[in-house]
């Protein structure tokens, strides 16, 4: 998932409230409170054969959703060899003087979290070929200095970590329209870029196959395959619109909503909780996991496997095996996957379990097609 | 004797609301490490190892802001990239912080900073990567958008105000919505996606209108501070030594005495937002020209919000603005290298910058901190109230 940084929203709120009898005192509460969640760095151990870096991006590493996954997925390959680390940014301007650092610092592998980070990565890559760079969201490939060349040039140091999420979301979409009691279904996403859009159409094609292989009439609200536009919060930190849009497709008689904005799936989550009307399909990790106080309403969770890629790359290089081809996660290699229905195992039919299992298999085979 | 003593006077009262800062936030430093923690038991190793952590995040501070001497070789030249990061950071923040005190000083609150520097960061982008034009030629016609497109934006909050009375703080804050808002919806129409991608990143800009670097390919430094300081020349001028400047003054100071004195009022509140607009785009096309060359949905960053504590640190002055706008400058630059030696956390930064202002904004604190009986404290310009 992307997050982009949301600054004006959260700052001039603040201002906006705070602006009393002087602006003084308004500033000096604005700048107060720019101040708020304080993140202690994990303390790195002692300098050793593998240093694996991260490069975040402005989300942090507590976004509860790609820069946390990556982190994740960084510290599970911590051993007495290798050691991780990341640096956070504020802005986008910090992306390259980040990665200028984690450079300086003789990073083994350097590893961008994020679509924005991926020309300040391709201009470090190509100024030290001798540095390993890994770039997620994003090919990796080189494409000239205006962005306009395609396919671009392969760079020999820099592995682009890419997610075919539409398969998984294919299967949501399935087991979605076929658990629907009232034929209708809903998506909706953070931004209408293709991180996000690619698992919108997987799951709106998923129910469209669902259709034609039963004869039904299943509808999938939020997003529309011909015209590649649906419905977006504009962001990923929206709550109170997220919330709406949420109680918007219920009232249009949709029982199962999958989110695809990152923790704001947590406002969709609620609803179901509190509203009893839908269940909610969790984004990028497994919500029974990761978001474990919305369990009761997750049919299941569509899975985005930043952290193993993440790990894989930097078990590679410690292993010296590093190659700079591109990782497509997929069904068949678990770079994307379905998680299980967890509580709600028992309301899904033995049969459509049955169904999407056998839909994972077609789907990895080629047997059907998800795009 | 006498111009020392008015020098200390004046910067007293910042300075020792920044060591008060970095006092407290050393403290955090410390009270934040788990090394430190694990030292409790004995109270003369606690205290050493907190003063150790809060040095080592410092000295770090300084080697991201001035000097790396881990960099100074073989290139001697190199060690003072940490520098150019200081000044590429600054530059930005002297211009929007600029165009707060300027409007400050004409008795105005221009919180729409943020939204002008999108407006001029949306004018340099356009020009840089739509339109080809030889060097040089480029170059100004991107920067001269950038300040038009955002004087515009400035200047039609000047407008409403002359002519309705609608509140600049109110208008300025909403518009600062539309400004991102817009940028966002922008970025996802046809010609502002870069071929290939669909994310929101705009095409980058041409070699050909780019601001040309100062020191070399290694080092970021741009002409962009070239231009953030003549610009502040040009407020200094503006305000103390021309006639417009003067108007701007005495209408921030008493509008209903300027306007029995003959001046118009509302001409000059537009004049001044537009001025103030076409200075937070000028920051805007720095940014995207000197050092980021593509327009993202972040483009924005928080500058326009830095630039009302920028203002407020430099007392609405445009000196005192340009040194405040290097002290955030060096702080952004030193916070990232903190972040990267020593593991202390970037927000700690905002800390720092956050206590700055509070210090700032209590003269009696520090003057009670510090006992200081005598300190000039402030300018009555920059405390006016809301309906100033």
Redesign the interface.
């Known amino acids: 998932m ?1 997050r ?2 949301q ?3 959260k ?2 709120g603040l ?2 409230g705070t ?7 308004g ?2 509460i ?3 409170t ?2 708020f ?8 151990p002692a300098a050793t054969a593998v240093k694996a870096c991260l490069a975040l991006d ?1 989300g942090g590493v507590d976004d509860k959703s790609f820069n946390a996954a990556a982190w994740r997925g960084a510290q599970s390959t911590a051993t007495a060899s290798v050691t991780v ?1 990341y ?2 940014a ?5 992306y ?3 990665i200028k ?2 450079v ?2 003789k990073c083994s592998v350097i590893i961008g979290v994020g ?2 980070i991926n ?1 300040a990565i391709v201009d470090a890559a190509k100024a030290n070929p001798g540095t390993k760079f890994a770039i997620v969201d994003q090919d990796g490939f080189d ?1 000239g ?4 060349q ?1 396919p ?1 040039t392969a760079l020999t140091n820099l592995k682009g970590l890419q997610f075919a999420t539409n398969q998984s979301a294919f299967q949501a979409g399935y087991l979605a329209a076929g658990f629907s009691k009232t034929g209708k279904v809903a998506t909706y996403g953070g ?5 996000v ?1 690619i698992f919108m159409d997987g799951f709106a094609k998923g129910v469209a196959y669902y259709n034609k292989v039963k004869g039904k009439k299943v509808v999938a609200l939020g997003w529309d395959t011909v015209k590649k536009d649906g419905t977006f919060v ?2 990923f930190s929206d709550q109170a619109k997220a919330l709406q849009i949420s109680k918007n497709f219920e009232q249009q008689g949709a029982d199962v909503i999958f989110p695809v904005a990152g923790g704001l799936g947590g406002a969709t989550a609620g609803q179901s909780m509190t509203g009893h009307k839908s269940v909610t399909i969790w984004v990028d990790s497994d919500g029974y996991v990761q978001a474990p106080q919305y369990k009761s309403v997750l049919l299941t969770s569509v899975v985005k496997g930043v952290d193993t890629s993440v790990a894989g790359v930097i078990k590679d290089v410690a292993k010296g095996m590093f190659s700079s081809t591109g990782y497509l996660g997929t069904l068949a290699n678990k770079g994307t996957y379905l998680a299980s229905y967890h509580d709600l195992a028992k309301k899904v039919a033995a049969r459509l379990q049955n169904e999407v299992r056998q839909l994972g298999i077609d789907i990895k085979s080629g047997k059907v097609k998800v795009s | 004797m006498k111009f020392f003593r008015k020098a200390v006077s004046t910067i007293a009262l910042p300075g020792l609301a920044f060591l008060s800062a970095l006092f407290v936030s050393g403290l ?1 430093i410390a009270f ?1 490490d ?2 430190v923690l694990k030292l409790a038991h004995s109270p003369f190793k606690f205290i050493g190892g907190a003063f150790a952590a809060a040095g080592k995040a410092y000295l770090a501070l300084f080697e991201g802001a001035i000097f790396d001497p ?2 100074a070789h073989p290139n001697f030249f190199d060690g003072f990239y940490p520098l150019s ?1 200081t000044l590429v ?1 600054a530059s930005p923040l002297i211009l929007t912080g600029l165009s707060v005190a300027l409007a400050f000083r004409a008795g105005l ?1 221009n ?1 729409g900073a ?1 939204g002008q520097f999108i407006f001029g960061a949306i004018g340099a982008s356009v020009v840089g ?1 739509k339109t080809t034009m030889p060097v040089g030629i480029h170059v100004i016609a991107a920067i001269v958008t950038a300040m038009v497109f955002a004087g515009l934006w400035g200047g039609f909050v000047g407008l409403l105000k002359a002519k309705t009375g609608a509140h600049e ?1 109110i208008v300025t ?1 909403m518009l ?2 539309v ?3 817009f940028l ?1 919806w922008l970025l ?1 129409t046809t010609p502002f996606l ?8 705009a ?2 800009v ?2 050909s209108a780019r601001l040309p670097h100062l020191a070399g390919p290694n080092l ?1 430094v741009n002409l962009g501070i070239i231009i953030a300081l003549a610009a502040a020349a040009g407020v200094w001028w503006l305000l103390n030594r021309s006639t417009w400047g003067f108007r701007f003054r005495a209408v921030g100071a008493n509008a209903a005495a300027a306007r029995t004195a003959g001046i118009s009022v509302p001409l000059v509140t537009t004049l001044v937002m537009a001025i103030a607009g076409a200075l937070a785009g000028l920051g805007g096309a720095v ?1 995207i020209l000197g ?4 327009l ?7 500058f326009g ?1 830095d630039a ?2 920028v203002a ?1 640190l430099g007392r609405a002055n445009p000196i005192g603005t340009v040194f405040a706008a290097l002290l955030f400058g060096g702080l ?2 030193g ?3 903190m ?2 030696n020593t ?9 720092i ?2 206590l700055v ?2 210090f700032i ?1 209590a003269p009696a604190l520090v003057k009670a901190v510090f006992r200081i009986k005598q300190l000039k404290v402030g300018s009555g310009v ?5 309906n100033g």
């Not at chain 1, 969640?37 to 790195?44: E, H, L």
């Not at chain 2, 593991?343 to 800390?351: H, K, S």
């Not at chain 2, 920059?382 to 809301?386: L, N, Y």
């Open positions: 992307v982009l940084n600054y004006p929203m700052d001039m201002l906006g602006l009393k009898k002087s602006l003084r005192y500033a000096v604005a700048a107060s720019l101040a969640g304080i993140t202690v760095a994990p303390a790195a402005t680390k640096l956070a504020q802005s986008d301007a910090d390259a003087p980040n650092k984690l300086d610092e679509f924005l020309s494409h200095p205006n962005g306009d395609y671009g931004l209408n870029i293709p991180p859009t504009g962001g | 955090l934040s788990p090394k881990n960099l990061e950071a609150f919180i943020q990567f703080v804050i600062n919505y400004a991102s808002y966002l996802s870069r071929k290939g991608r669909q994310d929101p990143i095409p980058p041409k070699e970021r940014q050092s980021e060359y593509a993202t949905a972040g483009a924005g960053g928080t919000f009302i504590t407020l952004r630059a916070g990232l290298t972040q990267a593991d202390t956390p970037i927000d700690l930064i905002l800390v910058q956050a202002v509070l904004a920059v405390s006016k109230g809301w």
